[in-house]
């Protein structure tokens, strides 16, 4: 479902108003944030997808991973989740439903996060995610309604994650491209969003299913500015462009049609570049704001501590007139 579609259901449903929501739907944020005493709020996210990998173990790790990112990309610190499965009883075996469960509590070990819970049901389809709540300092949630002109963006993974699962589930892409996609939807978005909390960061978001567009689309017009991206300088995994022209996944056709006006894509970038910028991804990247001052320092960070492709891909101007989004080769 789009956004804008979501938007006008959610906006319908009765609910109560609290001078405790920090952040709330209206936004379209990675998480909520809710106010228990002025120094502690909770942060709390939902997130479930089907299987991207074969493997079970490692579908359970980059569901982990995914599911807790909300949490950091509001700068927050993940402390308790519970899991949420759905599966084929009489076609999953135990042994499978351990090792997906497995993967996940790996990746909760490497973030400090307990396990408290979790729910399971019977259905055709495999389904698997994580219900996680963090806290944060009330003054220190980091949003993405608050994008800052003079800024640049900063994102910390490649893309292309979807088209590659794509091309990897028709068995059309050989293992030595898969294996990098598979270890950075494993990696988890703890580390750079550590990196960044010593750094003046006006708004961030991670870049999961709208893919990049649709997430900074989401970003800038709650920021009531523009973007510029060069599309040159946004780091892709290794045969992204070429697999892009036949495994081009239909949500990310979707993508596409919901940033729709509200970006202006330079012709001369090559097609199959540009769609890689809609491609919805999984347990992607952060996308951060961040004073242009001291982004060389960060991204040499962020590099030293494993997100070696992290980089500037454009900066955040006036809106004045014109779409959200202007794309550049």
């Not at 956004?3 to 906006?11: A, C, V």
């Not at 228990?36 to 990998?53: R, S």
């Not at 017009?221 to 300088?233: D, N, P, Q």
Request: aromatic share 6%; glycine share 10%; with cysteine.
């Amino acid at each position: 479902m789009s956004p804008g579609r979501l938007s006008g259901i959610l906006e319908r449903l009765p609910r109560i108003q609290s001078q405790n929501l920090i952040v709330g739907m209206e936004s379209m944020d990675d998480a909520g944030v809710y106010l228990l005493t002025p120094e502690v709020a909770l942060v709390q996210t939902v997130d479930f997808f089907t299987p991207v990998v074969a493997s079970p173990l490692e579908f359970g790790r980059i569901a982990a991973a995914n599911s807790m990112s909300d949490v950091w990309a509001m700068g927050g610190d993940a402390v308790t989740a519970m899991n949420l499965l759905c599966f084929p009883g009489n076609v999953l075996g135990s042994d499978i439903i351990e090792q997906i469960l497995s993967g996940a509590c790996e990746k909760l070990v490497e973030a400090g996060v307990v396990l408290v819970g979790g729910h399971t049901m019977e259905q055709d389809q495999v389904v698997f995610g994580l219900s996680v709540t963090g806290v944060i300092h009330p003054e220190k949630a980091l949003r993405n309604s608050s994008a800052r002109v003079g800024d640049v963006l900063l994102l910390t993974k490649p893309l292309g994650s979807g088209v590659l699962t794509t091309a990897n589930k028709a068995s059309a892409l050989p293992p030595e491209l898969f294996r990098p996609v598979v270890a950075s939807m494993e990696r988890l978005n703890l580390y750079a969003s550590r990196a960044m909390r010593n750094c003046d960061v006006s708004a961030m978001t991670d870049i999961t299913g709208f893919g990049l567009l649709g997430h900074a689309l989401a970003m800038a017009r709650s920021s009531k500015v523009k973007f510029r991206i060069a599309a040159g300088s946004v780091p892709l995994f290794p045969g992204a462009r070429k697999y892009a022209h036949d495994f081009f996944p239909g949500g990310s056709g979707n993508n596409r049609k919901y940033v729709g006006e509200y970006a202006s894509v330079d012709p001369g970038i090559d097609p199959d570049h540009a769609k890689l910028l809609f491609d919805a991804q999984t347990s992607g990247g952060l996308l951060a704001a961040v004073r242009p001052e001291q982004s060389d320092e960060l991204l040499d960070r962020l590099h030293q501590t494993g997100d070696t492709a992290a980089a500037v891909i454009g900066n955040v101007v006036s809106l004045e007139d014109g779409p959200f989004l202007v794309v550049t080769p």
